[in-house]
């Protein structure tokens, strides 16, 4: 994480502490949030992301104090004074302190920019494993701060050499923890529609996809699997990624597939061009 | 909230930021807590609410970092402090900062004194009101800090003059968002024994129960609640709270019972004499 950030007006300094012990985020988990990055030091897709940001405040029936574009302003002077052209950017916005656990009148409302996680290679060269794992996040079109789940999980899943955990519901597939899911059946690519978080780049590997496939975003059983002959997932911070094996079980060949391939390629052009 | 507070190994100003902003706890809701009472200025059952505290952090993979003995002489020393006899006492424990919203290495440990927080006497007279809603609570058996539902609900909870939300799970009765929910069907006690937080008022109500009624602790069917000739809910801060409607339905007459009102003396000469 970067020295500074935003939080409720000013600019403060991340290793000092900023939040009240009794804030109904912290003891609550009470919270939203969003996660952007930059590409060419442009924010990647910001009015997306901060309708996303909003909405999901408003399902907890949080608002958002600062507007789209002094949020934005605010994001660029916080690149400068940290002296980053290229970075990940965190929204954060919880309900505040709290009297009594359960009320609360004014929001913290925080602006983290933090160093670019990137992947190794290889996951994208030879493909990733994901783990599978029974779980239906709380309000799941919303951003809200239940990660417990992917957090507890994520020791299991480094031990099985999971790049993520695919969540299931009944006999449903729905999302990774922190990215969305889809699979090629032939020319036809398939990814869950309802009870996911609606990924930005989920949209854009969508509309790119259309130019080329036939695209169905429907409820997709975890049987299905075994007929896919491509996977991949998506994210902010992964692009496109190929998913080659799920649990024990290779999907396709268990190699990078040339559907898939054409769209990691797609969505790479599509970020270069990106002003 | 009181004043001093302990964090970390050492007592602070609940007044001033005390977190760092990449606390996991903040960021993702990666955290369990405990809350527990004094009577007569003792720590009522400290030990099982420690050892709750203990096993909740255990689901999460938490340890935590003060052993019980010294937790419960820093809670005399912070009440001290505070110049409070009676006091509410929370336990949180979080992983920690984290640098990638994932992992964390050293753990946030504090213990909050707070007011005790008095209901209306009117409840424990005429009974109370609870609404339902299906939810079925992460990993229902740890008293971990995702309470978006119970804080999400409280407007409309507060607008149908209920006290508490009655959590089902398909046709079962689970929880209420804070407390323990029972019911009455003669002289049988009933309530779930699953998939709920195991309260320790619960242990104690149900352990004075069995010397007068029927005690069953099994799934409860949400229709059994037309048959119910009592209710009730028991909480740390709620002891037992008579609970006279359940939505838009009365249970049994709609009045506080006899049984109800036995448990309540009991329970209050219970308290009364403990040390």
Known sequence: ????????????????PAVLINDIGLLRGYGVFDFIRTHQGKIFHFADHFRRFTRSARLLQLRVPLRQQATEKMIHKLLRKNKVREASIRLLLTGGPTADGLSYTDPTFAILIEDIYTFPQKLFTQGAKVITYPHQRLLPTSKNNNYIQAI???????????????????????????????????????T??????????RQIVLRLARKKFWVEERAVKI?????????????????VMPVVMVDK????????GERT????????????HYR
């Open 261 to 272: 391939k054409w769209l990691m390629k797609s969505f790479a052009e599509y970020v270069e």
């Open 1 to 16: 994480m970067k020295k500074y950030f935003y939080c409720n007006g000013k600019i403060l300094d991340s290793r000092k």
């Open 249 to 256: 079980k290779k999907i396709g060949k268990g190699r990078v």
């Open 152 to 190: 507890r999980l994520a020791p299991e899943r480094l031990r099985q050499k999971a790049v993520e955990v695919l969540f299931t519901d009944k006999d449903k597939i729905l999302e990774c923890s922190t990215s969305n899911f889809f699979i090629f059946k032939g020319d036809t690519l398939i």
């Open 223 to 239: 049987s299905e699997l075994a007929q896919a002959s491509e996977a991949f997932l998506t994210a902010t911070n992964k692009f």
């Open 192 to 201: 869950p529609r309802a009870d996911i978080l609606p990924g930005i780049t």
